[in-house]
């Protein structure tokens, strides 16, 4: 059982550090639309 609970950690921690990644870049796809609206106004 200890050892199933550290591999669902570290593949939680995994998951969440790409998560992370993929939030940054859609943060900057946001900020790169946002500017483009806000270009066009």
């Known amino acids: ?3 199933y ?3 669902t ?3 939680v921690t995994v998951i969440l550090s790409r998560f992370h990644f ?3 870049f859609r943060h900057e796809d946001k900020v790169a639309v946002f ?3 806000y270009e066009k106004h």
């Open 1 to 3: 059982m200890q050892g």
């Open 5 to 7: 609970f550290w591999v």
């Open 9 to 11: 950690a570290i593949a």
């Open 22 to 24: 993929i939030e940054a």
């Open 35 to 37: 500017n483009k609206i």
